[in-house]
């Protein structure tokens, strides 16, 4: 009750949300512009709400949407449905369902709130083609798949676990932390058996310590 009242001036002022916040979903592409989504209906089945509807086609020589042998015919989202739990990203096998941050979602006619494919579709970046069209990085969706840590197309950061990255510091600081102590107890046994030969941690490990 001490504490200063703040009033968000929404939406004049727009508060910008947490990084990960679950906000609609977003369709991502491949680094040359064909679409990340096969067409496997695994975030339907995922979905809680029931709030998804895929429809998978097949590729042709002649119109490819995607590297696979499949892609989303037809995709939907109800978002007068959708909770927003984020399992169907979990269930995506392609890393092709994303959420953005984008929140303002509200609208008068429950019909405009069933989100179309060409609605969720990652707009096309500076060196994307429209599909359909051929396989630009490889012969196979396999050269797809393996480039794209390295080239993730449109869902940057979304092929590289944050929980793999957090593991990979701590484990650098944790065997550093584990070197240090090491060789503090080393010190401490060499200063028992022998003090002259003790080495000074606080200074350079190469000048003794005297007594």
């Known amino acids: 009750m001490f504490k200063k009242q703040v009033t968000e001036k929404y939406p004049e002022v727009r508060k910008p949300t947490a990084p ?4 609609r ?5 491949h680094p040359d512009g064909l679409e990340k989504c096969v067409g496997c209906e695994l975030c339907a ?3 809680p709400a029931d709030a998804i509807f895929v429809e998978g086609g097949n590729n ?8 696979g042998e499949r892609y989303a015919k037809d995709y939907q989202i ?7 739990c984020g399992l169907c990203i979990e269930a995506c096998p392609t890393r092709s369902l994303t959420m953005s941050n984008e929140y303002e979602l509200a609208a008068d006619n429950r019909k405009d709130l069933i989100f179309t494919k060409e609605m969720l579709l990652a707009p096309l970046m500076e060196g994307m083609e429209q ?4 396989m630009r990085l490889g012969d196979s969706e396999k050269d797809y798949y393996v480039k794209a840590l390295d080239d993730p197309g449109t869902s940057v950061g979304a092929e590289r676990s944050q929980r793999e990255q957090w593991v990979a510091d701590h484990t650098a600081a944790d065997s550093e932390a584990a070197r240090l102590a090491e060789l503090r107890d080393e010190a401490a046994v060499t200063e028992d058996e022998h003090p ?5 941690l606080a200074g350079d490990p190469s000048k003794e310590v005297k007594k």
């Open 25 to 29: 979903h977003i369709l991502n592409r």
């Open 45 to 47: 089945w995922a979905c």
């Open 78 to 84: 109800n978002y007068a449905r959708c909770i927003f």
């Open 60 to 67: 042709t020589e002649h119109a490819r949407y995607s590297p």
């Open 196 to 200: 002259s030969k003790a080495p000074n």
């Open 131 to 134: 599909p359909p069209h051929p």
């Open 20 to 23: 990960r916040y679950h906000g």
